[in-house]
């Protein structure tokens, strides 16, 4: 008998996992500067202290290391190695630890709590229970997917700048997110749908025997068993069609591949076995009853694909080619007059063209990351600092997309990403996981074929639908990245499907107690020492909890200063962001939106006549810029905003001191990003009012190369050339600005004349 305190930490450790699946997705809040990534990853470091507390506890009340030895530990060690190297030489430590801000997902931290989730979950999650989480898992995918229909449909189109009804994202936050989500739930709801098809057979809960006759008697009840005679089959089929319903409302052309791909694997499975039955008619075993089997399966991931080929023709899909066969298209197909269409010419600006395809802004990226790695081989740039590498390795052609001036925080494919951040070191450590674990799956898919005594068919079935549901991970992180939820599935789905598997073998050396107990028995006292250890782990976990809360107002705080300051309320704006770094001293990105509105007061209170005031916030804005980038000296926006502070700044002194930090703050931004119009732009404009006109002309002929339809370079390089009495240089910019980038540019008319 297991003792109660066990027994205690025995569920608490299985309710928080399926809080853990449950709430993740869902878990969402209008406060914060990110609404979605960072609660759900706050809500993930809460229940992996709570799990992490239950577990160690369970380990003193037994004496002993509850750890489950896995096939997976080296790669998974080596990965976390890589994690911890790539840190150490990161061009921004503090990012690495605690991952991009906003985002927070692939920081150092985030690794670790995931690992930590693995190993609690192989160590101590009952298997018996392992059919409530997944029930758990769906539940929450339902809800999410609901949610993503009524969206389609305007539920909460007016709380978006999105086009939420063109392409729904529900409570993940971004349609590709949804759909990579949903690439999962569907192969996984159909593995238990094919599990519960196992199930209307008698005995097969048992285990199928090596015997000819026994396998004989299997294949008679296969056949006559209809495919949707039990109900929960037929509910299975319903929640797969709100998923794919709803993936497909997400218009997510890498989630649909995901999917797609990984329906092909699910049914390969099954068929390769039938062919080869097929093809070796003369092995008479127990292969009868595989073959039998897989025809059964076959058919029923079948009824499921059609079901989605039939949504997809009256719903359509994310690919314009595959859509002339659906039936909107088909409604709204109209003859075209004198068979001509509108094709943007090969030279078109993207004021001509509109938005740049994504496909064509992702392989700009892709670029961009292989130039990181080549820069970084070994060890990358470090822990999720793609943001800042990609500025300095920024190929120019990205300046003629119509997201030219976005910020890319990740490459838009995780292999890639890892590579530019981590490494080839970090990268071969992660396609070693990958790798184990596929390898893992294909010596169980050998098993088919030889049904031993002590194959339990319902378990393999189950498995098979996790495993593929854990592949379309690999696709859509191929053209994105992991985000929380994601993140989750990929570490955790091993961990299920490990569980689910007859390979479990205790590494477990005594470790606490001189004294032996008897642990099965429930009498059996616990000694003070093992109290107050406990007391020490809760009152960790409670302290660890209480600044995950400190951390999570920090942010609320920072959320409601960052976008007073964007509507210039710097008064209500500073004593937000004041508050934040009062609760979060450690974050550079706080010292740094707090620097703006401190100058911005300091300047209007030196006007109003307060003098000593305005030099006590001339002070904090200087410091808090001076912070901000000595945490982080290769954060480029940062370099940006101590431009704006000291430009601000310099309106206090006719003495050039703060122009001239100005400018140093800029040429600094500029060799951290030397690719970036706007930076050369800008600092063309400081350089001038400083009086160096010659840098200034070439800095904007730079801009000009750089982004050779930036509208502002040639105006402002017409004003100058005015100036300097260069009047037909002054009237070919302008010319170019009416005939090449905007005929109807009512400025460039105005000042064009006015040269005349």
Not at 240 to 253: G, Q
Not at 482 to 496: C, G, M, R, T
Not at 664 to 688: G, I, Q, R
Request: with cysteine; hydrophobic share 45%; aromatic share 14%.
């Amino acid at each position: 008998m297991v003792p109660i305190p066990v027994k205690i930490t025995d569920k608490i450790i299985q309710y928080s996992f399926y809080l853990l699946f449950f709430l993740v997705p869902l878990i969402l809040t209008p406060f914060n500067y990110e609404l979605f990534e960072y609660n759900k990853m706050m809500a993930v470091y809460g229940l992996t202290m709570i799990i992490l507390c239950a577990w160690v506890s369970k380990m003193i009340l037994k004496g002993r290391l509850n750890l489950i030895r896995t096939p997976f530990d080296i790669p998974l060690f080596l990965f976390l190695v890589s994690q911890i190297i790539s840190t150490l030489f990161s061009i921004d430590s503090h990012v690495s630890i605690w991952g991009y801000y906003s985002r927070f997902n692939g920081g150092l931290i985030s690794i670790i709590s995931y690992l930590v989730l693995f190993y609690a979950f192989v160590s101590n999650f009952p298997k018996e229970k392992i059919s409530r989480l997944l029930k758990v898992i769906l539940l929450s995918g339902l809800i999410v997917a609901a949610y993503g229909i009524l969206e389609r449909f305007g539920i909460d189109k007016d709380l978006w700048v999105q086009d939420v009804q063109n392409r729904v994202f529900s409570t993940l936050g971004q349609p590709n997110w949804l759909a990579a989500y949903l690439a999962v739930l569907i192969p996984l709801t159909i593995g238990i749908a094919l599990q519960y098809f196992t199930n209307q057979f008698s005995d097969l809960n048992g285990k199928i025997q090596n015997s000819k006759v026994k396998s004989q008697n299997y294949n008679a009840k296969f056949k006559n068993t209809g495919l949707l005679d039990n109900w929960i089959i037929g509910l299975l089929l319903f929640i797969s069609n709100v998923f794919y319903l709803t993936l497909v409302f997400t218009k997510s052309r890498s989630g649909f591949i995901g999917l797609w791909s990984s329906l092909i694997v699910l049914w390969s499975i099954f068929l390769i076995p039938y062919l080869f039955h097929k093809l070796q008619p003369q092995k008479i075993t127990h292969i009868h009853a595989t073959a039998s089997i897989c025809v059964k399966y076959i058919k029923l991931i079948g009824i499921y694909i059609f079901s989605f080929i039939l949504i997809s023709f009256f719903f359509g899909t994310p690919f314009q080619n595959l859509n002339r066969l659906t039936l909107p298209e088909i409604l709204s197909q109209k003859p075209e007059i004198g068979n001509r269409k509108a094709v943007a010419s090969p030279g078109s600006s993207v004021i001509e063209i509109g938005i740049t395809e994504s496909g064509t802004i992702r392989n700009i990226v892709w670029k961009g990351a292989l130039q990181i790695v080549k820069n970084y081989p070994l060890f990358g740039s470090g822990v999720e600092t793609f943001a800042y590498a990609y500025y300095k390795y920024r190929p120019v052609e990205h300046n003629m997309t119509s997201e030219w001036d976005f910020l890319y925080n990740k490459a838009h494919n995780e292999y890639l990403n890892y590579a530019a951040t981590t490494g080839f070191i970090g990268l071969g450590t992660y396609l070693l996981f990958i790798g184990s674990f596929i390898w893992w799956n294909i010596n169980k898919l050998k098993a088919q074929n030889n049904l031993d005594f002590g194959f339990d068919l319902n378990l393999w079935i189950l498995s098979f639908g996790l495993f593929v549901a854990w592949l379309s991970i690999l696709i859509t992180n191929f053209f994105g990245f992991s985000v929380v939820i994601i993140q989750l599935f990929f570490f955790l789905i091993p961990a299920i499907s490990f569980l689910l598997s007859k390979d479990l073998t205790f590494a477990s050396p005594p470790v606490t107690s001189n004294r032996s107990f008897d642990l099965a028995s429930d009498k059996q006292p616990v000694n003070n020492f093992q109290y107050g250890l406990i007391l020490i782990c809760l009152l960790t976990m409670l302290y660890g909890i209480y600044r995950l809360s400190v951390l999570w107002s920090a942010d609320v705080l920072f959320a409601s200063g960052y976008h007073e300051s964007r509507s210039s309320q710097y008064t209500s704006a500073y004593q937000s962001l004041r508050n934040a770094i009062l609760a979060n001293p450690d974050e550079p990105l706080y010292y740094d939106e707090f620097s703006l509105p401190a100058s911005q007061i300091a300047v209007a209170l030196k006007e109003s006549g307060d003098s000593s005031t305005s030099a006590q916030l001339e002070k904090e804005a200087i410091l808090s810029s001076d912070q901000a980038v000595s945490i982080s000296p290769n954060n480029v926006n940062f370099w940006k905003t101590r431009t704006r502070v000291f430009y601000t700044l310099s309106q206090l002194s006719e003495i050039n001191t703060y122009l001239e930090k100005s400018l140093e703050a800029l040429v600094k931004a500029h060799s951290l990003a030397p690719t970036d119009p706007k930076v050369s732009y800008n600092l063309a404009l400081l350089y001038d009012k400083k009086g160096e006109k010659e840098e200034s002309m070439k800095l904007l002929e730079e801009t000009r190369v750089l982004k050779p339809d930036y509208r502002d370079a040639y105006f402002t390089a017409a004003l100058f050339y005015e100036r300097d009495k260069k009047k037909d240089r002054a009237r070919e910019m302008l010319k170019f600005i009416l005939n090449r980038l905007n005929p109807n540019d009512e400025d460039a008319k105005k000042r064009l004349e006015e040269i005349k």
